[in-house]
């Protein structure tokens, strides 16, 4: 590994300068993105063609000095490989033809075999590996099983997924048991990328944000902890780090850092000393810039990535981040400046 | 006053039930509201036509034993007065004509005369108090400065208010020019509220919550503060409680107690009983169930009142409200379960 600042993070040992990558670094903010998607013809074939998401997942890599490659994919491959049918609307968001809507529509799901029906995945993941050639290591990813069962239910986005929570309080054991065959998904699903050669793990909470406290620690964090504890089982992932990343979660801090898990998303809303002091040492922390700083000139984003690196503090654990993807309206430039502004800041206060 | 429930409760005052509004109950999911909104042509024509603000204000007190009537009205009330041409596609959102975009724009904005430019608000306060007749308060309320100049530099809603911040960050002092000056004319406008029959005062901090906590209290907590200060030396609004809603912001709730408001508005991601330890017994609490709820069977509404009476305790100083505006897509028939449900398990358990 020519670059393991980014594994020495997540494990919490000293690195020479804090390692940085950025939800969705591969995507519709850099022009040579937009081109090959426009070849792939739609966003799923873009997932669906190792070739094409190897080449999508490369491209910030070349571009910017990141310190970790994050596979092109979505977390709706899975949902899609249990038969629901995923297409997606750049600009709309994704959909999915058959929602699960009974208790027979759930009882009918079964757990994907990741080398078969998600092979594409699989294939994308040593793929890019063999091309990264050690350059920096490869994250694998999976939405988490709340947020899949939201998408699940309601077919598409929503501001409040009232359906899904509508089945969570009318009917918690259906619940259950869809959200017990997702979390068997994504651990198998998981699994398999490390088999595959992914070097971490990110679990998307996205919208364990949207529960009221009972409803996420009942929905949503015991899920995230039943998956954090079955790669605990694998024998390749147990020794892979798995990030948690549960945005707007920020009063479960210290229940998500003892799910296991080696390190925590935040998003932009908690300021990482606070978050640092309410998890102490047991995990590594990545975050939290908001996305939105990358609309303020080169001046301030190197002076808020300034302060978010003096809010960490000299200690190990940091991998710099956005708290939320980065926002297709931003000027590559400026992504460039905020990485530079990590490597030196950092390494010129360590 | 027939029904003082809601002023005995926000004073921290024994009560024979817990009193109950929900925000937007004069709204879409009425049939009424909508046969209303369809004769006044335009939502900004219902808002500046007296009677029909009256008219729709009355409608969900008419048909819910609610507590107390608020307003109908829009934030955008006070940048319109201030020469940025509102206009409201329902569905779609508001929009300003005229954004302001730069220190020019910016030094030319005066504090509207609220008896003069924002007359038909008064007018309408008048009109409902004489409507009500005593049967329960009314509510006037503003936008807070950070969310309307949010509205005022995009000039329409945005997931992000990116170019917001960015001024923040960028030319600081142009912010906080524009936060006083929206500041200067919320006070006046809540003032001259009050005097005109508002028996209780709310600022809808709509967007606080995607500020960072550095920018949070600089940008926004600080103009809440001084609102609640400046009305203090207003000899009508200073005995009228009032109550300030910055959701998404339960980082920030000691803080928001510490403004010397009488009252804090809570989004459903926080329990009772965690605001209550953390805000003493410095200010009520008005919440906090999803919206989500609704959605839900009736016997799942009444549980979940339930938990959240139990959640706040046998304590006086709860106001019950939803955590977030009432939905369009809403059937009346569910919140009439939940009023019902907040008045009865609250009387049996006092």
Same mark, same amino acid.
């Given at each position: ?5 980014f ?56 571009r ?40 027979a ?17 699989m294939d ?10 050690g ?18 239910i ?35 699903? =998981?699994? @398999?990328? /490390?088999?595959? !050669?992914?070097? %971490? *793990?990110?679990?998307?909470? +996205?919208?364990?944000?949207?529960? #009221? ?20 089982s ?18 479960? =801090?210290? @229940?998500? /850092?003892?799910? !296991?898990?080696? %390190? *925590?998303?935040?998003?932009? +809303?908690?300021?990482?000393?606070? #978050? ?9 922390l ?28 000299p ?8 708290g ?23 390494a010129?206060?360590?």
């Amino acid at each position: 590994m020519d670059n393991d600042r980014f594994l020495r993070a997540l494990r919490r040992e000293p690195v020479d300068a804090t390692p940085v990558w950025i939800m969705r670094q591969a995507g519709r903010y850099l022009p040579e993105y937009r081109a090959t998607r426009a070849r792939a013809g739609s966003f799923v074939n873009l997932c669906k063609t190792p070739e094409l998401a190897c080449e999508v997942t490369l491209q910030p890599i070349a571009r910017f000095p990141l310190d970790a490659a994050i596979l092109f994919s979505d977390i709706l491959t899975v949902p899609d490989a249990m038969g629901l049918g995923l297409s997606v609307d750049e600009g709309v968001g994704p959909r999915l033809a058959k929602p699960v809507r009974t208790r027979a529509d759930i009882d009918a799901l079964g757990v994907p075999d990741p080398e078969t029906e998600l092979r594409y995945v699989m294939d994308a993941v040593r793929l890019i590996r063999r091309e990264l050639n050690g350059k920096v290591p490869l994250i694998g990813f999976a939405g988490s099983p709340w947020t899949l069962a939201c998408y699940m239910i309601e077919g598409e986005g929503s501001a409040s997924f009232a359906r899904a929570k509508a089945l969570a309080w009318d009917d918690p054991a259906t619940m259950h048991k869809l959200l017990d065959i997702v979390a068997r998904a994504v651990v198998r699903y =998981l699994a @398999a990328q /490390a088999a595959a !050669g992914a070097q %971490a *793990l990110m679990v998307f909470d +996205t919208w364990g944000g949207l529960l #009221a406290p009972g409803l996420f620690r009942e929905f949503s964090l015991r899920y995230l902890a039943q998956i954090a504890q079955s790669l605990q089982s694998d024998n390749v992932a147990k020794s892979i780090p798995l990030i948690l990343f549960s945005k707007g979660a920020n009063g479960h =801090l210290e @229940a998500l /850092a003892d799910t !296991g898990c080696a %390190a *925590l998303g935040l998003d932009w +809303t908690i300021s990482l000393d606070d #978050a640092r002091v309410r998890v102490g040492t047991r995990v590594a922390l990545q975050g939290n810039l908001d996305p939105a700083v990358l609309h303020a000139s080169p001046d301030a984003i190197r002076a808020e990535v300034g302060k978010a690196l003096a809010s960490f503090g000299p200690h190990p654990g940091h991998v710099f981040n956005l708290g939320h993807g980065i926002t297709p309206d931003v000027d590559p430039e400026r992504l460039g400046v905020l990485v530079d502004a990590v490597h030196e800041l950092s390494a010129a206060s360590s």
